[in-house]
């Protein structure tokens, strides 16, 4: 068990609606990540908050944003849903906002759309 | 950007063998390379990772290599068990310093 959570374990909606997907960090990280793993493009990084700023933006789509919140969980919602954003979406945090920290990785919400 | 290459994408061995991963990364500014295992239905384990300061680290029969020059780094393992099957992933942080990039993964699969 890594110490980071992650809910919904698993989400099923249909294509044009919006989900939330939840992540709390480890106790004392300060930096949350949010990566997207699908069969074709392997891990992605998507979007990265250090202590409630946004810090880096990876191949994340206009559809898709990002917050953490003063107590650091984060959130990523994601709107008008296609079926190829069908994937495990995993938030990973560390300590310090630099990559050269290490990252663990949450459970991963497995999002399927329909 | 960067971008890291891994192989082989699968890998079969015996029981006690040695199990060997390579990815090689494009961005000499690299200094931070992990690896992951990820079981079934699991979210990516840090089992080690290197720095570009140093050339080789082990952990009990997990091992890492790092060669900055030719830009390449190594897992092994030895003395496979059936619990080391699993998905590997290697990465690199890129350039700006603040995401990991990750390689396609190895699927290892130890036999008994």
């Known amino acids: 068990d890594s110490g980071v959570t992650q809910t919904p374990k698993h989400l099923i909606t249909a294509t044009g609606q919006r989900v939330t997907l939840r992540c709390s960090p480890r106790?004392?990280?300060?930096?949350v990540y949010w990566y997207q793993q699908s069969l074709d493009q392997g891990l992605q990084f998507l979007i990265q908050?250090?202590?409630?700023?946004?810090?880096a933006k990876g191949n994340i789509l206009e559809r898709f944003s990002a917050q953490q919140f003063p107590d650091l969980h984060s959130e990523l919602n994601l709107s008008s849903l296609e079926l190829g954003d069908s994937a495990l979406y995993f938030c990973?945090?560390?300590?310090?906002?630099?990559?050269?920290?290490?990252?663990?990785f949450g459970p991963g919400t497995r999002l399927t759309v329909l | 950007g960067e971008n890291v290459e891994q192989h082989p994408s699968t890998l079969s061995v015996q029981e006690g063998d040695s199990a060997v991963i390579k990815c090689t990364y494009s961005?000499?500014?690299?200094?931070?390379f992990p690896w992951y295992k990820q079981e079934l239905g699991k979210g990516p384990q840090l089992i080690i990772d290197?720095?570009?300061?140093?050339g080789e680290k082990k952990d009990q029969r997990i091992a890492v290599t790092l060669n900055k020059t030719a830009k390449h780094f190594s897992l092994h393992i030895t003395e496979t068990q059936p619990e080391d099957s699993a998905v590997y992933f290697c990465?690199?942080?890129?350039?700006?310093?603040?995401?990991?990039?990750f390689g396609k993964g190895t699927t290892l699969s130890v036999s008994s």
């Open positions: 990973a945090s560390s300590v310090f906002g630099e990559s050269s920290n290490e990252q663990f």
């Open positions: 106790s004392g990280d300060l930096s």
């Open positions: 908050y250090y202590n409630g700023e946004e810090r």
């Open positions: 961005d000499s500014a690299s200094n931070y």
């Open positions: 290197i720095r570009s300061n140093v």
């Open positions: 990465a690199a942080n890129d350039q700006a310093g603040t995401a990991l990039i």
